[in-house]
T-cell receptor
Framework: DTGVSQNPRHKITKRGQNVTFRCDPI?????LYWYRQTLGQGPEFLTY????????KSRLLSDRFSAERPKGSFSTLEIQRTEQGDSAMYLC?????????????FGPGTRLTVL | DAKTTQPTSMDCAEGRAANLPCNHS???????VYWYRQIHSQGPQYIIH?????ETNEMASLIITEDRKSSTLILPHATLRDTAVYYC??????????????WGLGTSLGVNP
């Protein structure tokens, strides 16, 4: 399967713990996005990478959140000192930046539950 | 903040056309309208997008009003597999060529046999 993959698919943690999610984009895509989606809402933009450079961060991304894309391939999203309000689906998407469509291809998401 | 408003839910009979409306009255001249759908427990899937002209692909048609303040997504022959939440989205160009998608709340489409 050459689509976007995310791991783990589900994560249950206790409040105050740190969690890390991984996203593997489509191999030739240089753009990578993280979104957060809570129940009944549309996805909300968190951050954007072009290759290894993090070029935009949403104000939703508090200082407890950090994202990296060290070699311009896979990306990680870490949440430190998790809070119950962090419970959500975390979606990763990638795109090539080419052609006028510039379709973002989404992974299946990581569902985080903070107890 | 969302730039689009959509009905919360709609129903459609299988085999009939599904017409999903969207209002985006504050859209700027260079901002695109995108449609994605999300089937339960899956990541969103691209359907179609447009700027000013009507567009058609193998999945759907997009009709954009001349003033660009609203649009309609048309699924010409809805099937049970089209049951999903449909999002009307405005694409805003952000920092570093970030083609940022601003999502609304979506329309939950139910296709009935």
């Amino acid at each position: 399967d050459t689509g976007v993959s995310q791991n783990p698919r589900h994560k249950i943690t206790k409040r105050g713990q740190n969690v890390t999610f991984r996203c593997d984009p489509i191999s030739e895509h240089n753009r990578l996005y993280w979104y957060r989606q809570t129940l009944g809402q549309g996805p909300e933009f968190l951050t954007y990478f072009q290759n290894e450079a993090q070029l935009e961060k949403s104000r939703l991304l508090s200082d407890r959140f950090s994202a990296e894309r060290p070699k311009g391939s896979f990306s990680t999203l870490e949440i430190q000192r998790t809070e119950q309000g962090d419970s959500a689906m975390y979606l990763c998407a990638s795109s090539s930046g080419l052609a006028w469509i510039d379709e973002q291809f989404f992974g299946p998401g990581t569902r985080l539950t903070v107890l | 903040d969302a730039k689009t408003t959509q009905p919360t839910s709609m129903d459609c009979a299988e085999g009939r056309a599904a017409n999903l409306p969207c209002n985006h009255s504050t859209i700027s001249g260079n901002e695109y309208v995108y449609w994605y759908r999300q089937i339960h427990s899956q990541g969103p899937q691209y359907i179609i997008h447009g700027l000013k002209n009507n567009e058609t692909n193998e999945m759907a048609s997009l009709i954009i009003t001349e003033d660009r303040k609203s649009s309609t997504l048309i699924l010409p022959h809805a099937t049970l597999r089209d049951t999903a939440v449909y999002y009307c989205i405005v694409r805003v160009d952000g920092a570093g060529n970030n083609r940022k998608l601003i999502w609304g709340l979506g329309t939950s489409l139910g296709v009935n046999p």
